[in-house]
């Protein structure tokens, strides 16, 4: 099992920085990717940003490319993504999730983001 719990989420202005932490716990050791994802009312949960857990490469979703960046902490268990230039379109609730397999099977309870412009 694993536990994750997000933290900074907010209301920033157009342009302006944030910075999501998701705390891991358990047995993350097992894990392969730590990534982010994000949901807007209505709609699909849509993938943000991945690192593999065990070679550091790191992913994104084209719309987000050269203003997010996902990193960890190792020593904490700690996931974080760093939100620049924010968009009123980047207002979601965002998710940390956890994938030991194929698919994400650990998920967090969500941060809200909301960018006003």
């Known amino acids: 099992q694993v536990q994750l719990v997000e933290s900074g989420g907010g209301l920033v202005q157009a342009g302006g920085s944030l910075r999501l932490s998701c705390a891991a716990s358990?047995?993350?050791?097992?894990?392969?990717?730590m990534s982010w994802f994000r949901q807007t009312p209505g709609k699909e949960r849509n993938f943000v940003a991945a690192?593999?857990?065990?070679?550091?490469?790191?992913y994104y979703a084209d719309s987000v490319k050269g203003r997010f960046t996902i990193s960890r902490d190792n020593a904490k268990d700690m996931v974080y993504l760093q939100m620049n230039n924010l968009k009123p379109e980047d207002t979601a609730v965002y998710y940390c999730?956890?994938?030991?397999?194929?698919?994400?099977?650990?998920w967090g309870q969500g941060t809200q983001v909301t960018v006003s412009s």
């Open positions: 690192l593999a857990w065990r070679g550091g490469s790191t």
């Open positions: 358990g047995r993350t050791s097992y894990t392969y990717y």
């Open positions: 999730a956890c994938a030991q397999t194929y698919m994400y099977q650990y």
